[in-house]
């Protein structure tokens, strides 16, 4: 009953309706009846469009459009498993989709529009670097830039989030001296030069969030520590209008030339038994997006450059959207990069995880007081271990563990508890399922003192870390900690500088104490319901 209470609240949570009048669950307009329902899962790159072209199309036609946002390898599993809950699958891009799409189920599948991937720095980084004013800069230029340690540069987890994955697949080609034309093969992802030099840059990069509306909110948030980034050039125009608004300093692109990714907004159609009238709605809205005058217009003014157009030219571009000020090009004239077929987009996104990113030493503290087993907080836990700790469902999630990792999990309630901390060095896989058996086998009970945990993990983490091990604490509760050791271990986290996820689950989580915890050593807090998803996009921080 818990798992099934469980699941109920996180399709609550995750769910997002999105047609017609209101952004509430109604979505039927009052002066007429609905003339059909089209069911679609959507990458969070599409929510702005999603808001500002296809509600307002769906709520004058009376359809009713559930649109469910969801990240890249959740869709990508999604569909790999089937996905009838969903009659329409829109990808950020085509890697991921080719990677949920090995099976060709999707039908009429089409670009939406299309958007590069840029190198965006501060206006103020930009001039220190010498890229300011420049109309596109040599991906070498950026490279050495970036691994001189000359800028601090964040990026998304590639396996995590499709920016982050178009990022490295244009790298991998450079360091393969592929031209544009040219996709990367399984060879020259085998050879010691495409091997060391991916591995050169993805350490280079100073942070990786796990996904792209994560890493723009805490960069822009955070200029001390975020001075440049690889993101969407759309991304880019719609924070630069929100920063100068604001008076803040806008951010300037560079176009890195000789590896020029742009991510496509596949938009693609699920064939299942009785669901032609949502075929038809479909094609009216991929045809309504492509061709329809005013869509286009609005598109534009998102920042979002036509898929029906030649190349990456613009007419006429709007300058207070495609800037030239913030070295945003209306015409570019560069060919992008061929992505590779979906075996090797699978085998350069494993090695992401276990060959070229940094190991982290990750330390989880866990709620296992009384109340996480009256709210189904714990059976969350359990399933998320499975996915976490567990080497097959973690590969399947792109969570693999790296040999040089270091994992250990904490269990607290008024002080530690269950027999934690277990610790498991390197990804034994042994090892790591008998760490999912010591989470799943735990049973709630007693209060709650996560400063205890947290006390403990800066101890942990404070001790030098070999192999340029990166440090990382996951804090998850769902009510008010006794703050007895609160002074004691805010301190101790500033010290080690260690960040810190703070996830709140459920009504009873104080997120003053959360955020303060997040705040104090530049971590990120996260209020989730679904605990599953929030100790994954925990672990993506990988």
């Given amino acids: 009953m818990r ?66 946002f969801k990240g890249s390898v959740d869709q990508a ?14 990808f950020a891009s085509s890697v991921f989709l080719q990677l949920g799409d090995r099976a060709s189920a999707l039908r009429d599948v089409q670009p939406m529009f299309l958007t590069p991937v840029v190198f965006a720095a501060w206006r103020s980084e930009m001039d220190k670097l010498g890229f300011a004013g ?21 990026i998304t987890n590639p396996t995590q989030s499709n920016s982050g994955a178009t990022v490295l697949f244009g790298f991998l080609n450079h360091f393969a001296g592929n031209g544009p034309g040219t996709p990367l093969t399984q060879q020259q992802l085998d050879s010691p030069a495409v091997e060391q030099g991916v591995t ?32 969407y ?12 608004k604001a008076g803040r300093e806008p951010l300037l692109v560079a176009y890195p030339r000789g590896s020029l990714a742009v991510s496509d907004a596949p938009l693609g159609f699920l064939p299942q038994d009785g669901n032609d009238d949502a075929h038809r709605i479909f094609t009216e809205l991929q045809n309504h997006l492509l061709k329809d005058p ?29 800037n030239p000020a913030w070295g945003i090009q209306g015409t570019i004239n560069e060919q992008a990069i061929q992505f590779p077929s979906a075996p090797v987009i699978q085998a350069a996104l494993d090695r992401y995880q276990t060959r070229y990113r940094r190991p982290v030493a990750v330390y989880y503290c866990l709620d296992g007081s009384g109340s996480m087993g009256d709210n189904d907080g714990w059976t969350g836990i359990q399933a998320a271990a499975g996915q976490i700790f567990d080497p097959e469902q973690a590969a ?87 703050s007895k050791r609160r002074g004691k271990a805010l301190a101790a986290l500033r010290s080690a500088g260690v960040p810190v996820v703070a996830i709140a689950f459920g009504r009873g989580a104080d997120p003053t104490q959360l955020q303060e915890v997040a705040d104090a050593t530049n971590g990120t807090f996260v209020r989730q319901d679904d605990l599953v998803a929030a100790l994954r996009q925990a672990a993506g921080y990988k």
């Fill in 200 to 231: 050169r840059f993805v350490k280079a990069m100073d942070q990786t969030p796990p996904s792209t509306g994560t890493l723009m909110t805490e960069c822009l948030a955070r200029p001390d520590q975020c001075r440049a980034m690889f993101t």
């Fill in 294 to 322: 005013g869509a286009q217009a609005a598109l534009l003014k998102l920042g979002r450059r036509p898929a029906a157009g030649v190349g990456l030219t613009l007419d006429k571009p709007d300058p207070a959207v495609f």
């Fill in 233 to 244: 050039e759309d991304l880019v125009i719609e924070k630069n209008i929100e920063l100068v």
């Fill in 77 to 90: 599993r999604m569909l790999t498993s089937g996905g009838a809950d969903f009659d329409a699958y829109w």
């Fill in 396 to 482: 399947l999630n792109f969570l693999q563990t790296h040999p040089k990792d270091t994992t250990t999990v904490s269990i607290f309630n008024g002080d530690l508890t269950g027999g934690s901390p277990w610790t498991v060095p390197g990804n034994d896989p042994a090892a790591l399922r008998d760490l999912v058996r010591k989470v799943t086998g735990y049973r709630p009970d007693g209060g709650t003192d996560m400063y205890a945990c947290l006390l403990r993990a800066a101890d942990e983490l404070a001790r030098p870390q070999p192999d340029d091990r990166k440090r990382l604490v996951v804090l998850m509760t769902d009510g008010q900690s006794d």
């Fill in 3 to 68: 798992a099934k209470r469980l699941t109920a609240l996180a399709v609550a949570v995750l769910v997002l309706i999105t047609g017609c009048t209101t952004d509430g669950p109604t979505t039927r307009r009052t002066d007429g009846p609905a003339t059909g329902t089209l069911r679609m899962v959507a990458g969070s790159e599409q929510q702005a469009v999603v808001d500002t072209v296809v509600k307002p199309w769906c709520a004058e036609r009376h359809y009713r459009c559930e649109v469910t």
């Fill in 134 to 154: 420049r109309s596109d800069v040599p991906i070498a230029d950026i490279l050495q830039a970036v691994e001189s340690g000359r800028t601090r540069v964040w």
